[in-house]
C-alpha cells in the first residue's frame, strides 16, 4: 500500500526503535540468539538513511525514515540483551519487515506453464487435478509472501494466480513450491514458466477467459474452467477477495466478449478442434465411412461424440467404464448410432477402428507401442493409416506409437495446425475483444485502487460512530429514564442523519473506482490527509495485520 512521507516517518521510526530506546540496534543484532531473528529475513541493522521507494501507477512517493545512531557506550550494552529478549515474534517481524512491506504494494502475480510456452511432457507433471486445488492453495498461502492464491490447471496450462506481499520473494517462493510437488527442477521450470504482474496478470486471465490465449479461439471450455475455479475456490481460506474478485471479473470478460464478437464461432473448443485435426488427415472420401471409436465419456469425449455427429459421422463406438454417460449422451443424439463397449473391451475395439480419439482421466498410458504394433493395418481407403488423437493430460497415447508405419499419433499440442488454418479471422476477431478486456481491465484496477480506501472507510466510520453513540448516550440520560420509543428512535435516527451527512462528502472524496474523474493520486492524498486528522493510522494497522497473520501462520 501507499504510504505519505509524513506518516511513515513517525509510524515506522516508533516501530523501528520500540523497546530499544536505550539501547543500539547495532549491537543487538550482533549478539542476537536464533529465537531473535526475524521470521522473514535478518534483523535490519540501524542505518543513518532509508529511503522506501514506493510505485504506484505513475506516482512515486518517498518514504524517508531518519534514524540517529546515540552511542551510550556502557549503558547501551548493558541493557541491549535484556531489551532484545523482551522483544516479541511481531516486534521483531516489525523491525525487519516493515520496511520492506511498505514498500511496495501487495501484487497479483501469475507464474505459469502454458501449451505455448512448455511441452505436454512438463506440463502433466506439474497439472493438479482439481480435487487438489483446495490444499495447494493452502500450501501456498503458508509461504511466506503469499497472501492469497488460486490454481488453473487444463491439458494446455498450469497456471497459479497470488497475491504476493512482495513479487520477487513470491515469485521464488512458488517456483520452488512447484519444483517440490512436480519434481521438476527449478532451473527447468525458469527455462519455460511466464511471469506477468498486476496489470499484466490482469490483461492475461481476462485474455484466457475470452479465448484469446487458447489454441482454438474463443473456445467455450476454457470459460467453463474458470467457472469452475471460482466454485472451488468459495470457502476456501487463501482464495481471497483480491484473487476471487479477479476471477470472477475474468467470467464477465468471457461471457461479453462471446456475446459482443464472433469469436465462438467455427472450433470453439479443443474437442471440435480434434475431429476437425482428424478429418484433416483423413482422405476427404472417407469422412462418412471412417470407423470412429471415442475411448472416454466425460465432459470432453461427450464433446468429440457431438462434433463427429455435427460433421456427419452416423456410427461410432464409445469405451467407457460404465454404460450410464453413454446412454444419456445417447438420448441427447437421437440421429447417431452409439454403440457402448466396457473398458475390458477397449483392445477389441481398437482393432476395427480407424481413428480413436482417447479422452480418459487415467494416470497411465492406454496405448503404447507393443499395445498397438500388432492391431490390423487399416484400410487403403482411409489413408492405410491408424489415427490416436490424444486429448489427454496426462497423455492416454504414448509417443512411441509414432514409430509404427502404420499409425500416427496427435496430442493436444499438435491443435495448433487446425488453429492456423484460420488465422486472419482469429487475428480479426481478436482485435475486437481486445478493445473490450482493455475496457474491463481498467474497471478491474479501478476497483482494486478503491480497496486501498477501504480501511480508511472502515475507521471513520467507526470513529464517527463511536461520537455518535457517546454523545447520544448523554443527552438521552439527560432527558430521562421515561422516554417515549418513539422520541427515542426520533434522536436517534436524528444523530445518525447528521453523522451520515457529515461523512458523505469525505466518502465522495475517498471513492476511487472509475465512476468520477478523481485520479488515484487525488484519492490517496485525501486518505492520508484524513488519517492525520482523525489519526486513524490506518497503513500501520494494515501492515500489522499482515505480519501478525504470518506469525500465527507460523506458529501454528
Not at 490444499?135 to 509472501?145: T, Y
Not at 487444463?154 to 517456483?175: D, F, P, Q, W
Not at 514458466?193 to 485474455?207: G, N, V
Not at 501492515?543 to 504470518?550: C, G, N, P, T, V
Request: net charge neutral; with cysteine.
Amino acid at each position: 500500500m501507499a504510504v505519505s512521507s509524513a506518516f511513515v516517518g513517525a509510524k515506522l521510526d516508533a516501530l523501528m526503535v520500540s523497546n530499544t530506546a536505550s539501547s543500539s540496534a547495532v549491537s543487538a543484532s550482533a549478539s542476537a540468539s536464533p529465537a531473535q531473528v526475524g521470521l522473514f529475513c535478518k534483523p535490519v541493522a540501524t542505518r543513518a538513511k532509508r529511503v522506501a521507494l514506493m510505485r504506484r501507477n505513475s506516482g512515486i512517493i518517498r518514504a524517508e525514515v531518519q534514524t540517529e545512531i546515540v552511542d551510550h557506550a556502557n549503558a547501551a550494552s548493558s541493557s541491549a540483551s535484556a531489551s532484545a529478549s523482551s522483544l516479541s515474534a511481531l516486534e521483531q517481524l516489525k523491525a525487519s519487515g516493515a520496511d520492506r512491506y511498505t514498500k511496495e504494494k501487495s501484487s497479483i502475480v501469475v507464474i505459469g506453464l502454458s501449451i505455448h510456452s512448455a511441452p505436454v511432457e512438463m506440463r502433466e507433471k506439474l497439472a493438479i487435478p482439481e480435487a487438489e486445488w483446495p490444499r495447494a492453495i493452502g500450501e501456498l498461502c503458508g509461504l511466506n509472501h503469499i497472501e492469497e492464491a488460486a490454481v488453473l490447471s487444463t491439458c494446455n496450462r498450469m497456471e497459479i494466480y497470488v497475491v504476493a506481499l512482495s513479487r520477487h520473494r513470491g515469485v521464488k517462493e512458488v517456483t520452488e513450491w512447484m519444483s517440490k510437488t512436480s519434481g521438476i527442477p527449478v532451473s527447468e521450470i525458469c527455462e519455460h514458466r511466464f511471469l506477468l504482474y498486476d496489470k499484466d496478470a490482469t490483461q492475461h486471465i481476462f485474455e484466457v477467459s475470452a479465448g484469446l490465449d487458447s489454441l482454438v479461439l474463443g473456445e467455450g471450455q476454457i470459460l467453463a474452467q474458470v467457472k469452475q475455479v471460482v466454485k472451488v475456490g468459495q470457502g476456501v481460506l487463501g482464495f481471497g477477495r483480491n484473487i476471487s474478485g479477479l476471477f470472477k471479473h475474468a467470467i464477465t470478460v468471457g461471457k461479453r466478449v462471446r456475446t459482443e464478437t464472433n469469436i465462438a464461432s467455427g472450433a470453439v473448443s479443443v474437442s471440435s478442434a480434434a475431429v476437425e485435426l482428424a478429418l484433416m488427415k483423413l482422405p476427404e472420401s472417407s469422412h462418412s465411412t471412417a470407423r470412429m471409436l471415442v475411448i472416454g465419456a466425460g465432459k470432453m469425449g461427450k464433446l468429440v461424440i457431438k462434433h463427429l455427429a455435427a460433421k456427419g459421422c452416423t456410427k461410432m463406438v464409445v469405451v467407457n467404464r460404465t454404460e450410464e454417460r453413454v446412454s444419456a449422451i445417447r438420448e441427447d443424439i437421437k440421429d447417431v448410432e452409439i454403440i457402448y463397449k466396457p473398458l475390458t473391451e477397449m483392445q477389441n475395439c481398437s482393432a476395427e477402428a480407424d481413428v480413436i480419439f482417447t479422452s480418459t482421466a487415467s494416470e497411465i498410458p492406454l496405448f503404447l507401442k507393443e499395445h498397438v504394433v500388432d492391431l490390423p493395418p487399416v484400410a487403403p481407403t482411409v489413408g492405410g493409416v491408424r489415427l490416436f488423437v490424444d486429448i489427454s493430460v496426462p497423455r492416454n497415447v504414448g509417443s512411441c506409437v509414432n514409430e509404427l508405419e502404420n499409425a500416427r499419433v496427435y496430442n493436444v499440442d499438435d491443435l495448433k495446425e487446425v488453429v492456423a488454418a484460420n488465422k486472419e479471422d482469429r487475428l480479426r476477431k481478436a482485435m475486437e475483444a481486445q478493445t473490450i478486456i482493455a475496457e474491463e481491465s481498467n474497471q478491474f484496477e479501478a476497483w482494486r485502487d478503491s480497496l486501498e480506501t477501504v480501511p480508511t472507510i472502515k475507521k471513520l466510520r467507526a470513529y464517527a460512530e463511536r461520537i455518535r453513540a457517546a454523545e447520544l448516550d448523554k443527552c438521552l440520560s439527560k432527558m430521562g429514564e421515561d422516554i417515549p420509543k418513539k422520541t427515542r428512535k426520533a434522536v436517534d435516527d436524528l444523530s445518525r442523519g447528521i453523522v451520515n451527512k457529515l461523512l458523505h462528502g469525505p466518502m465522495q472524496h475517498l471513492r476511487c473506482d472509475g465512476s468520477d474523474s478523481r485520479t488515484l493520486s487525488e484519492t490517496l492524498e485525501n486518505m492520508h490527509a484524513l488519517n492525520r486528522m482523525f489519526s486513524l493510522e490506518t497503513e500501520i494497522s494494515v501492515l500489522e495485520q499482515k505480519i501478525r497473520a504470518k506469525v500465527e501462520q507460523t506458529q501454528t
